[in-house]
């Protein structure tokens, strides 16, 4: 006798060429078991193709072959809904930066580049083949993210910018002159990392995330995307944000600034922001992302 509730709504996970990190952080979230019916997802379940009865279509990982184009077309026409979930979905991942004239300009720039790989050639998100419902963005969202997708963005309430999750306390009399690197210093307790001298994004990165990098003292890389401020303006406007940011509440000189925000050890997060204005493919309103 099947145990299977068929009344519930049933949703797919599709994975395209990615790390299976969103699937994780899925499964990690245990609320949506009793509310919803998974009926495809290959890390878990044995099934070989999307059931024809599917509502809702979750995707991971970028395009990267023939393969996942045929896949993620096949299984976009028999459902009713597409949520892009993470990094990649939306904006490719990390091979995509082989395809970005600015990352690989960047990239060969580097006088001291040690033991780069070579970039890989194209890499697309999702939405350069098919419509999307909802953008989830995250490296990779977290299980209270997922469920805020699958109940419905009515029913969730994310937090505007990383800041607001964070809790650290901004300081006016503690101005670093220079930047630290990610893995350096000693990271004071409750004290706004740009205080103490880290470069973290996370004043105009948004929220919803409950700053789990952040609180423990790891910087805001930007894996969320721009907040709603900055989601339909073009990502030089989000930089100069930043930049600002850091000149009110540091003395850190604005050109090493403005190098830290452009370097590779940013530029697979930050670089997807241009991707919300277009960039070659559809523009994200704000309403769509989660």
Avoid at 81 to 99: E, F, H, M, Q
Wanted: proline share 7%.
């Amino acid at each position: 006798m099947s145990l299977i509730n068929q009344s519930l709504p049933r949703f797919a996970v599709l994975q395209l060429s990615g790390c299976a990190g969103c699937e994780v952080s899925l499964l990690n979230a245990n609320e949506w078991v009793e509310k919803y019916q998974l009926v495809y997802m290959p890390l878990v379940v044995s099934t070989h193709t999307v059931p024809e009865d599917t509502e809702i279509l979750l995707v991971s990982g970028g395009v990267r072959n023939d393969e996942d184009v045929y896949n993620l077309r096949r299984a976009v026409k028999i459902v009713d809904r597409v949520i892009a979930v993470g990094t990649c979905a939306i904006s490719g991942g990390v091979a995509n930066l082989g395809d970005r004239d600015e990352v690989r300009e960047m990239f060969m720039a580097q006088a001291n580049r040690h033991h780069l790989p070579h970039l890989l050639p194209k890499s697309r998100p999702i939405d350069a083949f098919v419509d999307v419902d909802l953008y989830l963005p995250g490296c990779p969202p977290t299980p209270e993210l997922f469920m805020g997708a699958l109940t419905g963005p009515e029913n969730f309430q994310a937090s505007s910018i990383v800041c607001q999750e964070c809790g650290r306390k901004k300081l006016k009399d503690m101005r670093p002159k220079h930047l630290l690197g990610f893995q350096q210093g000693e990271v004071l307790p409750d004290i706004c990392l740009i205080n103490q001298g880290y470069l973290c994004v996370g004043s105009s990165t948004r929220g919803g995330c409950r700053a789990i990098c952040t609180r423990p003292g790891h910087p805001c890389v930007g894996c969320r995307g721009p907040s709603d401020a900055y989601i339909e303006k073009e990502s030089s406007v989000w930089f100069d944000r930043v930049q600002q940011v850091f000149e009110r509440l540091t003395d850190i000189p604005p050109q090493e600034i403005y190098d830290a925000l452009h370097s590779p050890q940013l530029s697979l997060f930050l670089f997807q922001f241009a991707d919300y204005m277009g960039n070659g493919g559809p523009a994200r309103s704000k309403e769509k992302v989660l």
